[in-house]
């Protein structure tokens, strides 16, 4: 494993995070965390895990400490694996904690010190620490985590000597995280760093332009400016009218079809029929939108169902006998509340669902990006989903409380279509990629 991993010489400001704790070398090595924020792919993460590890191994001998990421599964993809690497080369040994599932033991000399794993998604996580004793803890994508399992996991922190490690990309200028601790720096007694993509020295300049070019408007702010701005304004401002077509081109064919699902009772039920076509891009071919709202008739999920059924069959295809028969689909990506919608469908027996990735603003991030590298088509007919596209806004009032919302209007046709980019989303940042490629 070692051979293939392969060194940069680190950036002046990752040298000072590898030392900003130790009394010699300095100044601030008195501040009780330290708080490093700013571009993706920038060069903190790694370099904070690393020293976290350094500093604690350094300081106790003995002790418990906290990691977190918003899961334990994104916390090992994104810092463990490459982390673990880092250790076992520079000679520190690594072990399970007995009977616990995600703590490590890590030794060097005579020095043993157990890192135990948490998840911040949500706020129930905060009792997860209760109870624990900690010399430090390490909080990645501090800013996806909710402010109450920070202060809990802060609160454990309870052995003498003890720091804290704060890693993120912005959000919003009123996020808990932004008010109560970088705003706060003095009080907190903390010490900010603040990374950019020029403090990476593994990032080639046209690996730099790849992602400068993934991300337009509020999330080229945050992730590559690395700025705490207000998300404001239409989301998808990015669309363009020559995006709206008649029909899909001639010569291109529609490789994988899926169908998003959002499903309401009150308000709208949408269903909307997409594509992957052979040159690359995402075709939003039909769509079925019926409001509860603005509808004197009210329907039943059996009655949506039928609907459904109905729906498929308009967009199939005939055979050689001249019998038509519903589209040809991969999957049905639907909204996880609806779960009378989905036990019919299951009754039925007809629909290949799949409980729908609600990830909002993830959504939102690769839609925007499918968008801005000219890879989106909407067909002509579809008019609440076009509406949509050119309405779906932020929610300022939401902002102020330091959320990003989109306005929960004009939303039900772009929610399906999260659905479905988010659950081939594997699919899409690979053509994105290939996109900024060959852009380059």
């Not at 948490?118 to 390490?138: C, I, N, R």
């Not at 920070?150 to 995280?177: D, I, T, Y």
């Not at 992957?276 to 169902?305: C, F, M, R, V, W």
């Not at 689909?329 to 729908?356: C, M, W």
């Amino acid at each position: 494993m070692a051979n293939k991993f392969k060194y940069f010489p680190f950036s002046n400001k990752q040298k000072k995070i590898l030392t900003w704790w130790i009394p010699e070398k300095s100044p601030v090595a008195n501040r009780d965390a330290i708080i490093t924020d700013g571009a993706i792919r920038s060069g903190k993460t790694i370099i904070m895990s690393l020293s976290f590890v350094i500093w604690a191994m350094t300081t106790f001998n003995g002790q418990m400490l906290g990691m977190a990421g918003k899961t334990i599964s994104s916390f090992k993809r994104n810092v463990w694996i490459t982390l673990n690497i880092l250790l076992r080369l520079r000679g520190y040994r690594i072990s399970k904690v007995p009977e616990m599932k995600d703590a490590y033991r890590i030794r060097k000399g005579k020095v043993s010190n157990d890192f135990y794993f948490f998840g911040g998604k949500d706020e129930a996580s905060q009792y997860l620490v209760q109870g624990f004793t900690a010399a430090g803890f390490f909080f990645d994508e501090v800013a996806l985590m909710p402010e109450s399992f920070v202060n809990q996991a802060v609160a454990r922190c309870s052995v003498e000597g003890a720091k804290l490690w704060f890693n993120c990309n912005p959000e919003g200028p009123f996020h808990w995280f932004k008010v109560e601790w970088i705003d706060k720096l003095i009080e907190k007694n903390a010490y900010r760093i603040q990374f950019r993509l020029d403090d990476n020295p593994s990032l080639s300049e046209a690996r730099k332009n790849f992602y400068k070019r993934m991300f337009s408007g509020v999330f080229y702010q945050r992730y590559i400016l690395g700025l705490w701005v207000v998300a404001e304004g239409i989301i998808y401002s990015m669309f363009k009218p020559k995006m709206i077509i008649d029909k899909v081109p001639k010569g291109v064919k529609i490789k994988k079809k899926w169908i998003g699902v959002d499903y309401g009772q009150s308000n709208a039920t949408v269903y909307l029929l997409c594509g992957l076509g052979s040159d690359n891009k995402l075709y939003i071919l039909d769509e079925y939108y019926h409001s509860g709202k603005e509808s004197p008739i009210q329907k039943s999920p059996s009655a949506y169902a039928k609907e459904f059924y109905k729906w498929l069959k308009k967009n199939g295809v005939k055979d050689e006998n001249g019998i038509k028969y519903p589209v040809r689909y991969e999957y049905v990506f639907i909204d996880p509340s609806a779960k009378g919608f989905i036990l019919q469908l299951h009754e039925d027996g007809k629909a290949n669902t799949r409980l729908a990735d609600n990830e909002v603003i993830r959504g939102i991030e690769l839609v925007s990006s499918i968008i801005e590298n000219d890879m989106l088509r909407i067909l002509s007919h579809c008019k609440n989903t076009i509406m949509e596209i050119n309405t779906y806004a932020w929610d300022s009032k939401a902002q102020e409380k330091g959320l990003d919302k989109p306005l929960q209007s004009n939303d039900h046709a772009m929610d399906a279509l999260r659905y479905v980019v988010n659950g081939t989303r594997k699919i899409w940042q690979h053509l994105v990629r290939v996109q900024e490629e060959e852009a380059a």
